[in-house]
Nanobody, 126 residues
Framework: QVQVVESGGGLVQAGGRVRLRCAVSGRTFSTSVLGWFRQAPGKEREFVAAIRWNGGSTYYADSVKGRFTISRDDAKQTVFLQMYSLNPEDTAVYYC???????????????????WGQGTQVTVFS
């Protein structure tokens, strides 16, 4: 079994920064993908960023490229999403998800992820 727990959300002014944390536990992650998705009110869940645990390749949605950075701490089995230059359109519940064990497929496809966290709210005000 795998557990995924997000933290770090909150209220931030436009132009500010927030770092989200995703702690993963339960099984080894040497062959998996960890992803961040978000869902704004009235909208569908969308891909934000992902990282392959083996090799560290990173992937970003066009809307966040250059503003968000995904990284990992192998020893702590933790993934971070550092968000800069936030704007009100970034307001959403952010979810961390794990695709385990193989992490195969399109990392932007929520269907490949089989373990999800409960989400953390990020609200950006102008």
């Amino acid at each position: 079994q795998v557990q995924v727990v997000e933290s770090g959300g909150g209220l931030v002014q436009a132009g500010g920064r927030v770092r989200l944390r995703c702690a993963v536990s339960g099984r080894t992650f040497s062959t998996s993908v960890l992803g961040w998705f978000r869902q704004a009110p009235g909208k569908e869940r969308e891909f934000v960023a992902a990282i392959r645990w083996n090799g560290g390749s990173t992937y970003y949605a066009d809307s966040v490229k250059g503003r968000f950075t995904i990284s990992r701490d192998d020893a702590k089995q933790t993934v971070f999403l550092q968000m800069y230059s936030l704007n009100p359109e970034d307001t959403a519940v952010y979810y961390c998800a794990a695709s385990w064990p193989l992490g195969a497929g399109n990392v932007a496809d929520s269907g490949i992820y089989n373990f999800w966290g409960q989400g953390t709210q990020v609200t950006v005000f102008s």
